[in-house]
Every structure is written in C-alpha cells, then in structure tokens.
C-alpha cells in the first residue's frame, strides 16, 4: 500500500508498464480529422504552387488531371499514418497511387506499340523536354507537356511525404513546394504572381500548425488530441495574413511576383536557344518530332488536296510575330455561309469532308482558302472576316464530330492574273498600313540584305512590270536550288521560329524549313510593294487510300453545288508531318493568293507553276552541315556552361579525418568531367563516322575541330573547312597527305553531296588518328596532362568558334 502511494506521489502508474491507454473513439475521430486536415492542406500547397506555372505553359487544360491524383496520394498517406501498425505503408502506398496514376495517365494512349513502362515514361519525358526547349513561355500544352506536368507533381507530392513522414524534416516540406513557384518566377510573363504563392502559404501554416498533433506519442496526453482552441487558431491567422501582406508588399517592387526573370524572348534551353512563340516555333517542332499519329481525315471532290489554313500571322513589324488578336470577328452558329473577300473567276466550286479520329483537340478550325460555306458544326463559332480564319468555342468543340466545307478553286494561269490584275481594283492603300510595314531595323542590316536578295532574285531585268510576276519569280527563286530544306539545322544554329533576326540569318545562311522560306518571301514581297502576310496550317495530306461514295443518306448540297448520288470523294489523312507555313499575297482583282517557296513541299499553284527545266530539291535534315555564307550578327547558343559549385561547409564536430577524402573525392570527380564529356563527345562522332551518310562528313569535320582546339591548332572563327585542313598541312607537312584525305571527304560531302560510305570510315578514322597523334607530340608533358583535363574542344567559345565557322571552298 505505501509502495502504490509512493508511486502515486512520484506520478507513476499503476497499470503494466508496457500499457499504452488507446484513445476512446470520439478522440480517435478527432485525431482522423486531424490527419485529413493535415494530408488536404499539403495537397493544396502542392496544387497551389503546380498552378503557378499556368502562364509557363499556356492555358489550364493540364490542370484538372493532377488534381485527383495529388488528393489521392496525401489522403491515402495521411490516413494510412494515422492508423496504428501500418504506418509504415504510407510512403509506399502513396508512390503505388503515383504510378498507377502515371500509367492510366491520358498520355498512356500514346504507346500503342506496348513499349515497356519505363521506356514509354522516359521517351514521352524526352518529348516533353523538347517542346520545353524549342518554345518560348507559354509552352504549347500537349500530351507530352500535361504528362511531365503530371509527373513533375507527383515526384513533388511523394517527396514532401516523404520529408512529412519525420518530424525534424517535417518543416523542410517547403522547398521542394517552392520548386514551381521559382520555375514560374523565372519563366513567367508576368512573374509568379501572389495568388497562387498565398495560397501555398497558407496551406503550409496550415499544416504547420497541425504538426504538434500529428507527432504526438500515443502514450502522453496528446494521445487524446482536441481540435485547436480559438487563441491557436488566431495565431495561425495572424501569421497568415502577415505572410499574404509581406507578399502583397514584396509583388510591387521585387522581380519575379510581378513580371519574369529572364528577359521576354529569351529563354535558356540547355544547348538550344528559342527566339520566338507559337505558332510559328511549334510548327519547327512538329515538323522534327515526324509524328504519324493522324490529326484529321479528309474527302475531297478536288483533283488535288487543298492546303488547310488554321492561323494568319499579318504583324511583321514587331519582334514576336503571332497573330493578330482583336480583329472583327462574327459569332455564327452551326451551318453558315460566309462572307467572301475573295475573286472567283475561273475558279470550281470543292466539297471537302473532315472527321477527326481522337475528337477535335484545337479550337481552331483548319480550312481550304477562299471557304465560303461550313457546314456541321454543332454550335457557336466565330469567323473572322479578314483573315478567313474559323474558331470553335468550347461546347461546339466537345459537340462537333464531321463537317463539311465548300470552298473555291482556282484554276487560272499566270497570264489570267496578269489581266485581272490590270482591270481589277487596286486596294494597295487599304492595305498599306500594315501587310506592307517591314520589321523595326535599329541595326540597318535587314533593309540592304533584302534588297540585295531582291536584285538577286529577279536578275538583271529588275522587277518585273506587275505584282504576278514579281511573286513568282519569288517563288523559283526560293525552289530553284539557291537554299536548301533543314528542319533541323535552324535548332541548332540558334534561329528557329521566324523574325527579323532568323529572316536575316536565314537570307544569308541559306538553310531552314517552311516557316523560314514563307518568312523571307513575305518580307520580300512588301520589299518589293506587294502586301504578305504568312499562313499557318497544314500542306495537303497524304492519300490514304479511301474514298468516300455519296449516297442518298449522305448527298448534300452547298450554295453553289450539290453532290450527286454517286460521287467519290478522294481521301486524306493529315499529321503532324503536315504542319507547314507559307505566304499569302495580295493581288489586284483577286484578293489573297497563297504561294509555296518551299522546296519538296505541297506543289506550286497553277498560276505560279514549277519551271520545267528546274527539278525539285531533294530535302536535307542534315543537322550541322555547313554553308558557303554566315551571318556574324547571328548571335551563338548563350547555353551557360556547367560551373563547379564549391563543396557545402562540412558540419560542426565532424572529425577531419573525413574532410581530406572528401576534398580528394570531390576534386577528382570536378577533373574528370571535363574529360568525360569530350570523351562521349568523340565516341558520338566517331561512331557517326563508322555509319557513314550525309552525317558522317559533319562529325568528322567536328573531331578534326576539336582535336585541334585540344592541341593548341584551333579553327578561326570564320575559317572555312578548306582554309583550316590546309593551314594544318602547311604548319605540319608529316600529316599534310592525312590532311588532305580529310578535306576531299568533308567538301565532296557537304557540296558534291557524296557521302562518306562505312566502308570507307576505318582508312580516315586511321588519318584522324594520326594527326591527333602528331598534335600532341608536339606538346610537352605538361601541356599533354593540360589537355586532356581541360580540353578547350568542351569550353562553349569553342561550339560558338565551330558555328561561326565558314565553310567554302
């Protein structure tokens, strides 16, 4: 009896001492709503900052499909944490949710070939990667980019649980919660913005508040926990609207709440440089993803597909070009005729039947030039009369599944548009204003360029006496052989999308693709007085094969023609393969003619035909193969090169006998990356030379380069591939014979088009080799070991020297 007293008195417990009092069932409800409450407002601060990035990646479309996911994987953690014995679960549970979530992700269509889990994963997250990198924010969002999205969030969401399971780790949940918002702050327009920010705030209070709770041992008097009392919950809101205020006053004057880091245009993207926005930028991506997957299908009672025209881009003048907003637009509904700013003498009356496989997926609509009749649609659509170009809202989207489209086709020859231009109406003045304004010049470097392109592409004549004839003397010029067809050399040159700058670098470089060729030819034309603008859209599909025979169900008749019972339409399908730009110009009595400078691509009008004696080029995706000019205005990949960062002071008490390994460690590693990376770099090359091809020549050509920068024998800046090999043979004559095998390879390549052959690579794999060889016997020891740890070929003035480097013979 005096023993319990003693205890008693010492505040000991009568019952057994492994006991633990459970919480009666009122207290365990309290402590469930605890957890839930805890495990809502991490998914809100997750949700909250992911939303951040609404202006980096442009609408909110990618949104709703990671709300549930993220709400899913911090209740199922909160709740498992909450239950006695499988708190251990919880972790694991939640990763399970993100990859079931993942895996039944929108995007999963996208691998019909069954590839495995981990491969479709990272291939779409490479995908996603290159639209990130070859876009300026807003990024276009697609399947890819709402995948990274998801995925992004989710490795988010699994590492604050993670850093949430702890209680010493539990306050660190907020860096990676601020992971997005500084992504948003650097890249977004108009900065990170408060909105999002205060609501990741206070869904960390919030859950900061919770924590002492969450913590508590079972066996102390926080086993039986009560909801916060109200000086608690003052405290909390004090704080909050303390942090919302310290937000509020830093958003006036601090980059980053109210407009972006980096300057608008300019957008680092690892060894790419994007210079421009959609739609113009995009269409260079789809063009380099070569994706089959089929967009649209279409029927066509005309002889030849019709290019389908989704986007008019008239605004040259400015820095961004993109179309134009607030233009007229009128709002019709479901089948409609529309007004016509178009000629149609000569010209037959088309149907065209499109159906979309996945559903339509862009609001706006791609049509034929000069349509004058949709019919179809389920609901409201706006027109915009100027630029015939058709949008759908949202509900007509989701309701609309085939239309039909009349539209008008020209059938008339150059002579014809000669003579209509003479009697018809000159609407040059009205046009004036803005399809003839040219780009802001501060430098003077674009007006000359263009005139001396102009004097160059209609020959000693001069312009000729009318607009017809001007424009297709464009036209050859661009398909006559002077330039050449590259979707893939404008990235790595650092001039994709389309505006003064890459039109400059384009006249004078001579390679790109459609977006390049429609961009110098509209400039070309105002040069020359002729009202442009550039069309965006679709060239022809490809024939699929099908037709489709109207019957009595499905004979329909437009305002100028009706389908017989009987007839045939021919079929088409379209990709992203098809994405294509091209200019339009304004001719008297005819209105907006499209034209196709592009070689390869789509087929010349009737009115500006392909001359007979001129064959078409064959396209090139060579991706470095050099050419005989180069524009020094052109500015270089500024892609920042990796800096060391210095090694985190160790902590306080640690014994030094670890500090001298980690320093040796650390400084090991720090000089073998250098040397790394210039070893990966030449076993690429040298394996694209054993291939052999049109990308054999270009790499052999970068070794030779490199191992001169290495070895103190570095290329010029503006050195030709000629000039370089020579100089080499004359300062070592014992490798001038090796040199000299190297030269003919890399000019009968890059100009003959005579590609290096695999069978031929081991013999100037052997040259190679051996003017390496004599280049570094000429070094001393020292400047040997210098070499090889900080080789000059893997320092970016040596990539920026390389694509400065002229290549003519």
Known sequence: MMSASLAVAHGQSLEPENHVPRPGPAAAMRLLLLRVAAACCLAVAVLAGT?????????????????????????????????????WAALPA??????????????????????????????????????????VPPVANSRYVAFSILCFTLAISLLVELLASFRRTAMLIIMPLSLAPVIASLFKQEGAGIGYLSLLVLGVLGYIALIPYLFAPASSKHSQPKLPTPRSLGILGISAMTCVGVLLAASFWMPGFRSGMFPEGQRPSGDLLASNVDPLINLGRDLRSNSGAPILDYYTTAGEAPYLRTQVIKDLSTDRWEPTEGLMQHTLDGTSAVTRNFSTFNSTSEVLRMSWPEGISSPVLPLPNQTYFVQGIVGDWNWTHETSVARLTGDAMAATNDISVAYSDLDISTQMVRNIGHFG???????????LRLPQDPDDTLEPLLQQTLDEAFGDEGKPANDIDAAVALQHFFRSGNFVYSERTPLREGYDGANRRVVEAFLTRRQGYCVHFASAMALLAREAGIPSRIAVGYAPGEANGETLEITGDTAQSTPERRLAEGTELTGYTVSGK???????????????????????????PSYAPEPTRTAAPQESTAPDVPTERSNPSLPASDSPSAQAQPAEPVEQGAQAAWLVPAIVLLAAVALGIAPWRRQRLREERLGRVRQGGDDAAPALLAELQAIGADYREPAGNHESAGDYTTRLGEDHPQIAKELQSLKTVIQESFYANRHLGADDAAALLDALHAVQANLRGELTVLQRISAFLFPASVHPRHSRAVRSTRAKL
């Open 94 to 135: 939640a990763a399970g949710i993100a990859v079931a979530s993942i895996a039944l992700s929108p995007a999963s269509e996208i691998n019909i070939y069954g590839v495995p889990f981990a491969q479709w994963v990272w291939s779409a997250l490479a995908e996603a990667g290159m639209q990130f990198a070859t876009q």
């Open 425 to 435: 109406i000159d609407a040059g003045d009205q046009l004036a204003g803005e399809y």
């Open 51 to 87: 939303a951040s990035l609404s202006g980096v990646i442009e609408g909110s479309g990618w949104f709703p499909a990671i709300v549930a996911p993220v709400f899913a994987v911090h209740l199922c953690a909160g709740l498992l944490r909450a239950v006695r014995g499988v708190r």
């Open 578 to 604: 098809q994405s294509h730009a091209w200019p339009e110009l304004y001719l008297n009595g005819l209105g907006w003619i499209p034209f196709e400078p592009t070689p390869g691509r789509g087929y010349a």
